[in-house]
């Protein structure tokens, strides 16, 4: 087991590493490939970044507890993610070209010309806020499979993480991480669908699992249960705020910077097949594995939910191909920390500093300091992986995602109204949150809706808030 998830680790540290080979020693190549990536690259490396530690350790420790009706996230999600992806990635791509910035922030800063620091330096410092949260839930969802599959320390796991990460990020920047995440996409994969296709006969091939699983009280249940609403109306708003949930990823900018990295952008709706073809694949996959796990660790409440997967895999296969689940976990956790932390690395040194840095070593070391932060907030964490990663996902998307659905229909924001927006919809997202609403309803929804309003009031509206908030573009 311990060869077999070492040969695979090895594996994707050398692709990162011999990316360096096609480094152009720049700022523009370490951040965004110069933007020369193959369309199947870009939707195979998407599809990584996002379905992360939070599918492998989160979503199946959801489905685990939930039951079918967890099926409703998957829909809403991936409709939301389909439709923000129509008008934005398309656009998003067109302004990175003109304007010429290398990160998400420079781009909502600058995307009608005209150079508008204020907004650039707000996205940023957000920015660099929630994703350094959301690396360490990756670090923390790759040591939870350590600790279970290998018996090691819940930290060793992060450590290793963060060791790798920052091994293949100095070699190619976001280069590194795309190559990365392809191959660890295609490992995520089979993993997943080995695990799905083993459990299923254990447990008596389909009609077995169909039987056990009409004996789990309310598990195959098509509505959720722990709605405000029953029945039909109660699934319905709980696939719409998820859908929010699945918008929000124009919100994010660890995922938006490999459309922007696309070299044709008459080749993005190739990058977008490959990523909904592969990304549905593995949504339905982990809804699989996460309710098999339920029936074959039945005893709810004598673990954490979140191990299901892990403690499957350890249960029902080989120690060979249990090297290879956990190189799946940890490729998934991979994929996604390297991006967050050169989205970090990329907030600081171009968005956040008063000059821009152009020195790649001195980007490389700053990306060595972020990671070293993730890793501390990573052994420090006590919050589950789900809840963690639904936080940070939902507040860059309240704050980000109304302005992006703006400038992308054509909408000239001024400055102070599109930084009243990102303050606002994350505002109203945090406190969703902390009533404790989410549970109801998805906090980005709420989130999302004041951004746009928000910037409604002030650029078409002719109330006294389109007057403070001014209409003159920056």
């Known amino acids: 087991m311990i060869v077999s998830f070492i040969g695979f680790l ?29 369309p199947w690259l870009v939707g195979l490396s998407a599809v990584a970044t996002n379905n992360s530690g939070y599918m492998f350790i989160g979503i199946i420790g959801y489905v685990y507890g939930t039951g079918l009706a967890a099926i409703w ?182 995922i938006m910077v490999r459309f922007m990295a696309l070299k044709d952008n008459g080749k993005m709706r190739r990058a977008r097949a490959w990523y909904y073809l592969w990304y549905l694949a593995f949504f339905m996959m982990a809804i699989g594995v996460g309710m098999l796990s339920r029936l074959y660790l039945s005893d709810v409440g004598a673990f954490d939910a979140e191990l299901a997967l892990p403690t499957l895999a350890q249960d029902l296969l080989p120690p060979v191909l249990v090297g290879l689940v956990l190189a799946g976990i940890f490729a998934a956790t991979m994929s996604t920390a390297d991006s967050l932390i050169l989205s970090c690395s990329a907030a600081i040194t171009h968005d956040l500093l008063p000059h821009k840095i152009e020195s790649t070593t001195i980007i490389k070391l700053m990306t060595a300091l972020i990671t ?5 907030g990573a052994l420090i964490n006590s919050q589950s992986v789900f809840s963690l990663v639904v936080m940070a996902w939902s507040g860059l998307a309240s704050a980000f995602a109304p302005l992006l659905i703006v400038l992308s229909l054509g909408g000239r924001p001024g400055r102070r109204a599109s930084i009243t927006a990102i303050f606002v919809g994350l505002a109203v997202a945090l406190f969703w949150r902390q009533m404790g609403w989410h549970n109801a309803i998805y906090e980005g929804l709420p989130g999302i809706m004041a951004g746009l309003l928000v910037l409604w009031g002030a650029t078409l509206s002719k109330n006294p808030l389109a007057l403070v908030l001014s209409r003159k573009p920056f």
């Open 73 to 254: 996230l998957m829909v809403g999600w991936i409709a939301g993610d389909f439709l923000a992806s129509m008008f934005v990635h398309s656009r998003l791509k067109a302004a990175t070209s003109r304007t010429g910035e290398v990160s998400y922030a420079g781009v909502l800063g600058n995307w009608h010309g005209g150079d508008s620091m204020a907004v650039q330096r707000v996205v940023g410092g957000i920015s660099l806020l929630f994703l350094l949260a959301y690396a360490s839930a990756q670090l923390v969802a790759g040591s939870k499979a350590l600790h279970v599959l290998l018996g090691w320390p819940s930290w060793a796991g992060a450590v290793v993480g963060a060791i790798l990460v920052t091994l293949y990020c100095f070699a190619g920047g976001i280069r590194a991480s795309i190559w990365t995440d392809a191959a660890q996409s295609c490992v995520m994969i089979i993993a997943m669908g080995l695990l799905l296709v083993v459990a299923t006969l254990s447990l008596g091939g389909v009609d077995g699992v169909i039987v056990k699983m009409q004996a789990v009280d309310g598990f195959l249940d098509w509505f959720p249960r722990d709605v405000a609403l029953p029945g039909l109306g109660g699934g319905v708003l709980f696939a719409i705020s998820w859908m929010f949930a699945g918008l929000s990823v124009i919100g994010q900018p660890h």
């Open 372 to 376: 070293l932060c993730a890793l501390g």
């Open 10 to 38: 090895l594996i994707f540290t050398l692709i990162g590493i011999s990316s360096g080979w096609k480094s152009r020693g720049t700022r523009e190549d370490y951040y965004l490939a110069s933007a020369s990536v193959k």
